[in-house]
């Protein structure tokens, strides 16, 4: 599974983004799929993870009524639609895959997209 993040970019407070995922392979739609942030200087992070039938969503408090994470698998793409954008929420964005959404929400997945940089000004 071949991961690419883009729709990063600047952002002024209180604006919104999409990021999407595009994956290849045919197996995308077995997959759970998550989104991670890493802040300058500061560890990777769990954003928020969907199952592979998209009946399932998580989100760490941070993304909470912020964030929704949806997926089409006919396009083998997976999206963030991150609302309301704090300058806490600058980092560098990944998306990852794993057949174990246990996996996601733990931090660790199989396969790690490229990162697309969200910076959010003051």
């Known amino acids: 599974v071949q991961l690419q993040a883009s729709g990063g970019g600047l952002v002024q407070t209180g604006g919104s983004l999409r990021l999407s995922c595009s994956t290849s392979?045919?197996?995308?739609?077995?997959?759970?799929m998550g989104w991670f942030r890493q802040a300058p200087g500061k560890q990777r992070e769990f954003v928020a993870a969907?199952?592979?039938?998209?009946?399932?969503?998580y989100y760490a408090d941070s993304a909470k009524g912020r964030f929704t994470i949806s997926r089409d698998n006919a396009e083998n793409t997976v999206y963030l639609q991150m609302n309301s954008l704090k300058p806490e929420d600058t980092a560098v964005y990944y998306c990852?895959?794993?057949?174990?959404?246990?996996?996601?929400?733990?931090?660790?997945?199989?396969?790690w997209g490229q990162g697309t940089l969200v910076t959010v000004s003051s």
């Open positions: 990852a895959a794993d057949q174990d959404c246990l996996r996601l929400l733990g931090n660790d997945a199989d396969y």
């Open positions: 392979g045919r197996t995308f739609r077995t997959y759970d």
């Open positions: 969907i199952s592979w039938r998209g009946g399932s969503t």
